[in-house]
């Protein structure tokens, strides 16, 4: 059998919008360090998108880190850079 190198999580929803537009937002993966760099986070997206595509989801969103860049990923992937987010934190 095979080990557990890796896993990616997405959520599934509704757009708050356009409510008949299903998307799908990256919210995390791994990979164990010892199978980094062996094109296997790049197949966990791959593989996510299939099982994706078999729920109609129109569009995946993924982001990336500024301390943690992963754009290169993304972009081997097909994604597109299309939008900057930020964040404040605002709980002490």
């Known amino acids: 059998h ?9 959520a599934v929803q509704t757009h708050i919008r356009f409510k008949s537009t299903l998307y799908a937002i990256e919210d ?3 990979v164990v360090p010892d199978y980094r ?3 296997i986070a ?5 593989e996510a998108e299939k099982v994706l ?4 989801v129109d569009y995946i969103f993924a982001t990336t880190k500024t301390y ?5 990923l993304l972009e081997q992937s097909g994604y597109e850079y299309f939008e900057k ?4 934190k605002i709980k002490e």
Request: glycine content about 12%; aromatic content about 22%.
């Open 2 to 10: 095979g080990v557990l190198v890796g896993y990616i999580v997405f």
């Open 37 to 39: 760099r062996q094109g």
């Open 42 to 46: 790049k197949r966990l997206f791959e």
């Open 68 to 72: 943690l860049d992963r754009s290169g």
């Open 53 to 56: 595509k078999t729920y109609n």
């Open 85 to 88: 987010k930020f964040a404040k």
């Open 28 to 30: 995390l993966y791994y």
